[in-house]
């Protein structure tokens, strides 16, 4: 069964750090592109980081550069989202999302259950 882990969200405080973890399962983890998105309550869900198949080439919202980090461990099938500097507006679920384009208009597509994080005094 495919499956999407995420872990590591909780309380913070508005500077402090987190790093977020999903657990892949189920799939050739090593053959599928991995992001993060968010979801704030009200807000449309928004990507905040990728990485491709090739763990050097990653890409971030412009309101994560530079205070997030996204990396891979294909060894433990493991992508990880770390979180400095965090700031009240990051306040969100944060979700796991694996995907992989076969052909043209043809594709694999899997979400976690999203992990809760919060930042506040």
């Known amino acids: 069964q495919v499956q999407l882990v995420e872990s590591g969200g909780g309380l913070v405080q508005p500077g402090g750090s987190l790093r977020l973890s999903c657990a892949a399962s189920g799939f050739t983890f090593s053959s599928y592109a991995m992001r993060w998105y968010r979801q704030a309550p009200g807000q449309e869900r928004e990507l905040v980081a990728g990485?491709?198949?090739?763990?050097?080439?990653?890409n971030y919202a412009d309101s994560a550069k530079g205070r997030f980090t996204i990396s891979r461990d294909t060894a433990k099938n493991t992508v990880y989202l770390q979180m400095n500097s965090l700031k009240p507006e990051d306040t969100a679920v944060y979700y796991c999302n694996a995907r992989r384009t076969v052909a043209i208009g043809m594709g694999y597509n899997y979400w976690g259950q999203g992990t809760q994080v919060t930042v506040s005094s």
């Open positions: 990485i491709t198949i090739v763990s050097g080439v990653t």
